[in-house]
């Protein structure tokens, strides 16, 4: 059945595909090596030259190795597979353009070594991943090795005999397909990055060897019936989600993405995903343009693409929602990779700006024609303004809110998260936020709790405190009722839920406004939150205004944090230092300690210095309403956390509630000069003025006694502001 | 009799001075301005020019306030007061150079202002200060506004009426020279930095007063009678020493500094001292070349700015030793004087090194000159050796011992400190020292506990806890005996002692080694410390070695702190998590809370990350021993701590002790690539082989079965190293 399956798909390919085989073809062409050998290489493109030559150089001095495969992430014999299709990759694409034969030599020897020994190596004897593979210890890494290595054997192809050709794709090639897609469908054939990868791999050195049965199993999938629709992978999630019957990369692009080019895990690991699904898409138009890849969707690769883009602070960091490390950015390889396929397709001339903050480019046709565009378009920052990114397949299931005011270093960004959960790297942070002031985390996210490849820290893998603090909700900056994480913390039902986005409406240019309702996070506990970006000229930067609404029938404690991670300057309650106290013993607040606690009077006030520059909250507060200063580290034998400091506003028996907030950036400090400029903040008090069914008005008062009332439509988003002295 | 000795000093100048005043001639000159209006301007000075003109612009169009003085440091009248010296200043500059009158017009009718109101202003209202100043709340910022303005002063001096000169000098600048002088003894009489500032602004404002009686106060001091020898400053430094009768800038050039140009205080208060020491003498020198003040105790002063700048990091930011505030650097407006002024005399070629790091200089001839240089020489490093700074005024009060290797960003090094206490500044840190990777540092040294000008922080002054906490022994890296500090914390001990030198000895290119002992900071406990930077090919970075002996006929608890102010990687000792516990009462450890306790082996290894490099500590150990994990914070109500964190080495009931350490910087990480380079050390142990009254030998095991045993003579600190496999 199988059998046949794949002769009618082939039978089909072949009928629309005619285009004889020319290397390079697969990414670099050859009308980019011409182009590049007759014209005169821009700076930053001599430099990546330049830079790939002293790489590869050092790489063919310490003479090649291909080890027996045995170590983890970090150990040396992965860490060799992986120099090894790193070198090859660029190794091929430096033969081409430099024609100097010795990288062609270096790849093709490589290649054989891994050849004669393939088929003699078993399975990799770590066991550790629920899709152990051969070269490495998961086949995702094996995916990785063969979406490089493929553009290595296209560059040389020309160089190696026809037996030789034979000899690799027998040995080799077709074995290495096989073995992360036939022999291992439970992750070939899931909708999900790790098979995007595979897929990637398989179609990647299908289009090299003209092999169209390795093309079709890419493009649409292994034929096989899933039952063990419970099973999990090693980040916790399911292998097999429901209704999700299809696969292959169109799959892939139809569920990886929403519309607007979200992805559903966060940008961290969208800007992993992006290299399989531009490199291979990239391979899919030059050998098959007759499939019109990127037109798929709208367009939607490269959406895909921009909303990567879009969702950095002002270097080009990452929000790190989600599991996340933090300081990953826009200046990773892959996503170099993802802007410069991007650009090839779109001439976006925005994408310029953003190639100038990642410095550096790919070696072919597109990277040379950005380089080429870097020194000929003026120099501006990288623009991003408001934008929300639905989430979900169809679009429907919550949103990304940015709201963004200037750019470069005077970027100010919020980043309000009423999203889906973001499969199994879910944080449970339904309508948390954290603001951006540059590359200043104001309110941060904590990110993941894990040392990316840094053996000492478990391998590299998550640590155990990513599950029962960087997940949890005190870990963020949105509410937490009675000490208890959103849907209890439990992913299985959390998957199934999303926020709504009610309102996104950036008319108002002085105040840009989101808002967004979560329904589900606690049985009878109704969560909305409107937050609002506002620009007004007695303010040197935007400030952000935050209304969160809890209502419930019955009573509960609200935690509501603020993740200021900075030093205490100043506030308006009376502490009280304590001892250190663990706060609680479930859902994150077993690694907080309390350092001090205080009443709240009518309002809180708190300002605090971080990065040389000043911060001040100010909320609305009652009476009786408690404030807790944390800090993160209980619990944490291993020191696997940061001791970063919160401040909790704690409401007592509260069932209908709102937390309002202003969040000002209002000064610098230079170690150097010793100038404070605006230490200070401006704002004095916020207040709630009316708040109904259909708006809520605010009032904030300025020390200078100036007062504006801001009333916000709760269905449309519309602000109207009065100002009054 | 005062008026006697006056008019002797008087006739005594007159004779040997016969110079024609002209101006401008203090600072800048006739001849510099023609030159500067005749060449090209290089890039930097360039950039210079047009950053003072957008300031002055700005300020010209703000209006000219002059305010009643009523604020501290960051209020208002305050800041209004620096500005308008600051800007006078560059608009005398401004006037000469673009030959614009607004420029001269803004500086009159400033200076105008201030000569109207002067006489009405009383005494400033805040009364804060030992010396309460009259446009400011300290003598010191008269002085300041002093030094600077009479610079503005001179540079319009020939704009002026005489009538207009008479009346400022008759109405502002005598008045304010006598109110700093001759009303304040207690201010201008010392030998301190704040007396420095006093002395230059009275020699200054009379050398272009022409000024005599001025002139010779300042360089000579006032002839009074001093009794109350036990009066303190605000800083708690004494005000008048015993056996210092001397006063005046001679006296300054005396007292401040050893004979290697190092100043007691440390950089901090040097890099703010070196402004009026060197624009005075550069007044001086323009006015009363006769005096051959650069030629002073052998071309002091020029040595004493080479010594400020070698007391840096790679970035240019000095060693926070003493009270200090970390970060402040070579880039300070001073130091860009003194660099200059000191430039101008020497012409050394690496102070353009060194100016480059900077990237500013002064709008005059000499800032001309090295802009042009700038341009002229190869780029090269600022080259800065291992050099030891000997302490006291002979040179006799131990030294600054600063061990290094590499330039640029590749170097390393150790700050070794067994000076004299540094006066009211001092902290009780005998034999301590500090680690710099470039500009990381490996192990701290905490600075002061104190936001300088910002006014949330009890108005920008020392903090309590730079008392019980920054100048305590356990918040250096060095050895606490029975959790005491050295001295017991007690000034007027501490300041009559000093350690002792040995040995600093770099005769052997592979182990720069620097000895010293300390006698008295403990009754009967000797402490004898050598440290070597070490330097092998098995290693990528220099190793640092630390002999720390300590020898008492008593038992003691030996407490051997590491400021490693990093995250734990890993460790080879079991920890047992704990309820953060304050860790005393007293001598810091009030502010310490113990997170983790642990036993200690043969040996002690720890592993942590900070600024994305891997560093790794490995101590010799016995069983016995107690290895204590702290952190910062405790008893710190006002949050005016960080929460660093640090591993103290415990010896319970020990007399005769050595801690044994090696000290890798041995990897690195970028949360971009996600790839750790060298993330563990490569040393296994290290242990004492040796120890005798004359040399002690000690060997290193590396994890490749390496080993090495060096042996350091005690006397002369020659390294003997002998290397097997």
Redesign the interface.
């Known amino acids: 059945m199988r059998k046949i399956y794949y002769i009618l798909i082939a039978l089909v390919s072949t009928s629309l595909w005619s285009c004889a085989q020319s290397y390079p073809g697969l990414i670099l062409t050859t009308q980019g090596v011409e182009k590049i050998k007759s014209e005169v290489h821009p700076p930053l493109f001599k430099k990546t030259l330049q830079s790939a030559i002293e790489k590869v150089d050092h790489a063919i001095l310490e003479g090649i190795d291909v080890p027996t495969p045995k170590d983890m992430a ?1 150990g040396y014999t992965h860490e060799q597979h992986k120099n090894n299709y790193k070198y090859m990759q660029l190794a091929g694409a430096l033969y081409q353009i430099n024609g100097d034969k010795k990288y062609a030599e270096y790849v093709k020897q490589t290649l054989m070594q891994y050849a004669d020994k393939f088929s003699s190596w078993p399975v990799h004897p770590t066991n550790r991943s629920y899709a152990t593979g051969k070269v490495f210890w998961q086949c995702l890494n094996d995916s990785n090795w063969l979406v490089f290595t493929s553009q290595a054997y296209d560059a040389i192809h020309e160089y190696l005999t026809k037996e030789e050709v034979e000899y690799l794709d027998q040995q080799l090639f077709r074995p290495y397909a096989d073995f992360i897609s036939i022999e291992n469908p439970q992750f070939f054939n899931r909708v999900h990055n790790h098979s995007t990868w595979g897929n990637a791999a398989v179609g990647m050195i299908g289009l090299v060897m003209n092999d169209e049965e390795l093309i079709n199993r890419a493009l649409y999938g292994l034929k096989i019936n899933t039952d063990n629709s419970l099973a999990k992978d090693n980040d916790g999630g399911f292998i097999y989600e429901k209704g999700k019957a299809k696969a292959g990369f169109f799959a892939q692009i139809d569920y990886a993405f929403s519309p607007d080019g979200y992805y559903t895990e966060g940008p961290y690991y969208q800007r992993y995903a992006m290299l399989p699904f531009m490199l291979f898409a990239q391979a899919i138009e030059n050998k098959r343009p007759d499939l019109k890849i990127f037109e798929y969707r709208e367009g939607l690769l490269v959406k895909g693409v921009k909303a990567l883009l879009y969702q950095t602070n002002a270097s080009g960091e990452f929000f790190p929602i989600n599991d996340a ?5 826009i ?3 892959s996503v170099v990779t993802a802007l410069n396929i991007a650009y090839g397709i779109s001439k976006d001339p925005d994408l310029i700006n953003a190639a100038r903050l990642q410095n550096s480019v790919l070696l072919d046709q597109n990277g040379f024609e950005i380089a080429t565009q870097i020194e000929k378009l003026p120099l501006q920052p990288f623009e991003k303004s408001s934008i929300e990114l639905k989430d979900g397949k169809d679009g429907d299931e919550g949103a990304l809110g940015i709201l963004r005011s200037g750019s470069g270093k005077d970027e100010f960004t919020v980043v309000f998260k009423y999203t889906g959960q973001g499969l199994g790297h879910g944080h449970y942070d339904k309508l948390s936020y954290a603001i951006y002031d540059g590359d200043v985390e104001v309110l941060q996210d904590y990110g993941a709790a894990r ?7 478990e391998g590299g893998r998550y640590l155990p405190e990513n599950k029962t603090w960087a997940k949890q909700t005190i870990a963020h900056n949105t509410l937490v009722v009675d000490k208890k994480s959103h849907f209890g913390g439990k992913y299985e039902i959390a998957n199934l839920n999303h926020s709504e986005g009610i309102f996104f409406n950036t008319d108002n240019p002085k105040a840009h406004a989101a808002g967004a309702v979560e329904l589900n996070a606690y049985a009878g506990v109704e969560m909305r939150r409107i937050i609002l970006l506002w620009k007004d000229d007695h303010f040197d930067k935007p400030v952000v205004l935050d209304i969160f609404e809890a209502v419930s029938d019955e009573e509960h404690i609200y935690d509501f944090p603020y993740q200021f991670a900075g ?4 506030q308006n309650f009376t ?3 304590v ?2 106290e ?1 706060m609680g013993d479930a859902h994150g607040y077993q690694h907080l ?1 309390s ?2 606690i205080a009443e709240a009077g009518e309002s809180i006030q708190m ?1 605090w ?1 971080k990065d040389n520059k000043f911060y001040t909250m100010t909320s609305e507060s009652k009476p009786g309403d408690n404030i807790i ?1 944390g ?1 993160m ?1 209980a ?5 696997n956390l ?2 970063d ?1 919160l401040l909790i506003h704690r409401k007592n028996n509260a069932s209908k509630a709102i937390f309002l907030s202003a969040i000002e950036s209002h000064g610098t ?8 400029i605006q ?2 903040s401006k704002i004095k008090s916020i207040e709630t003025v009316e708040n109904t069914a259909t708006s809520v008005e605010i009032e904030v008062k300025s020390k200078s006694e100036k007062k504006w009332r801001l009333k916000i439509n709760k269905q449309t988003g519309k602000v109207e502001i009065k100002e009054r002295t």
């Open positions: 970090g490390q933090k300081g990953m950015s200046k990773a390889g040392w990316v490849n840094i053996d000492q820290k030093q205490i300057m100043s502490v009280e230092g001892q250190p663990v300690y350092e001090a300002n210095f200063l800090r580290g619990n944490d034998p291993d020191f940061r001791r400091a400090y230079s170690p150097v000069t010793e100038r404070p230490p200070y």
